[in-house]
């Protein structure tokens, strides 16, 4: 007579049986309940926690690149006879041309910066300009956007762009004139006097970050240079990349292109220890889930072991009736892989679900908190999204069927090696 192969039929039938067992029949329903709600709450959180994690990464990185040059090319400082250190790119058509001859280069920007106190009314408040071309202006995502920002583009050759939160500080909108002052002016012979000029706010914009809506205001390219005394040069050039996450790999073509003075700094240096703090943060947040799917694992031992002590006398039966230790080892496998693998199912949708609704869900609590739960203030950007990322929930599944399973053999194993005379004895 052929020996059944394994994980036949029969023992899936056995194992089912014995899962639904109630109580009363010698089965541990309500400690298999707990044991799926457990791993089905505990792989939902992971996956959650995992879409989160990813969607303020996406969104933080998307902020940068959106408002930000991928890199920026300025000149190391020269000493004039005055004692003055000066950076300013005189030839910047030239670089600029260079640099957008460069393979991988989408967008070259000259600019002008500089710092001026804003003043409209009784209201004041710092900013730093950015003097950009209209032309440039309108190749930014985030600054360019319609659907955020308020105004008209168009009109920014005869006024300035300004942050959302800078015009909510000042008390400013579309139309008001607001006056800048620089303590950088004209020289005369009794030392430097303050520059004053009026501008009129012809768009408002909204970057998705604070830190930029709070702080930063552009101007035209050649009213900034009259502004700052930049007639005829630029400070830096600003440049985009197809690909920004490998910025690096073009550092070398850039700074050959830029000259023998041209200095680089990417976005990684300025946004790369908090993305490595991030990378830290995530890893912990792992672990950490982790430990909840083991514990959630954990009940699986405790259900086991209770219906292998219940069954003993079924135990033995099966083994006169001719089960091998093997067969038996699959049935009881069965039983805690089933509970390990249904909770995990349900964990992936109930996850999934509440990712995908996780705007909605945010602010509902956030209204039912009264508001506050995500300032952007604090956190630096306005929202926080969920990013659902395949290799999030296949992680996620994966550990938690390595868990539940994995565990399930210990409770198993012992009910393989259950003497069935001593199982009968007292039958």
């Given amino acids: 007579m052929a020996t059944p192969a394994p994980f036949s039929r029969y023992e899936f039938l056995i194992a089912w049986r014995y899962l639904r067992a109630k109580r009363a029949e010698g089965g541990v329903s309500v400690m298999t309940w707990i044991s799926l709600i457990g791993i089905m709450l505990a792989v939902a959180a992971l996956i959650i926690t995992l879409a989160v994690r990813a969607g303020f990464r996406d969104e933080f990185v998307s902020t940068i690149l959106g408002a930000n040059a991928h890199v920026t090319v300025y000149n190391q400082g020269v000493r004039s006879e005055s004692g003055q250190v000066s950076r ?19 967008r070259v920007a000259p600019l002008v910066k500089g710092q001026v106190m804003a003043v409209f009314r009784d209201q004041n408040t710092g900013l730093e300009v950015f003097g950009i071309a209209p032309e440039d ?25 300004l942050g959302r939160e800078a015009a909510r ?45 709070r702080t930063r205001v552009f101007m035209p390219f050649s009213e900034a240079q009259v502004y700052f005394n930049r007639e005829g040069v630029a400070d830096e050039l600003e440049v985009s990349v197809v690909d920004p996450e490998r910025v690096e790999t073009l550092a070398a073509p850039l700074r050959e292109a830029g000259g023998e003075r041209a200095l680089l700094w990417t976005w990684k240096d300025s946004a790369g220890g908090f993305l490595r703090a991030l990378e830290v943060e995530d890893t912990v947040m792992f672990v950490l889930m982790s430990v909840l799917v083991l514990i959630a694992s954990m009940n699986i031992i405790s259900g086991l072991v209770m219906l292998v002590k219940n069954k003993g006398r079924d135990i033995g039966i099966l083994r006169t009736m001719g089960l091998t230790e093997g067969a038996i080892l699959r049935v009881f496998f069965l039983t805690g892989a089933l509970v390990g693998t249904i909770g995990t199912i349900l964990g992936v949708v109930i996850g999934c679900l509440f990712a995908v609704y996780f705007d909605a869900i945010l602010a509902f609590v956030n209204g039912a908190a009264g508001g506050g739960v995500w300032d952007g203030a604090v956190r630096g950007i306005y929202r926080l999204p969920a990013k659902l990322e395949f290799g999030d929930v296949l992680s996620a599944v994966g550990l ?26 007292y039958e």
């Fill in 88 to 106: 300013v790119i005189a030839d910047y058509v030239e670089v600029a041309d260079r640099l957008a001859a460069v393979e991988g280069v989408t």
């Fill in 137 to 161: 202006l309108a190749d930014i995502p985030r600054i360019a956007d319609p659907e955020t920002g308020v105004g008209d583009l168009s009109a920014f050759p005869g006024g300035i762009a």
């Fill in 169 to 213: 500080s000042l008390g400013v909108t579309i139309g008001d004139v607001v006056r800048f002052i620089s303590p950088n002016g004209v020289r005369t012979a009794f030392g430097t006097s303050p520059r004053i000029g009026e501008y009129e706010v012809a768009y408002i914009f909204n970057s998705g970050r604070y830190d930029i809506d």
């Fill in 400 to 425: 938690s069927l390595f868990l539940s399973w994995g565990i399930t053999l210990i409770p198993a194993r012992r009910a393989a090696r259950m003497n069935p005379v001593e199982a009968l004895r």
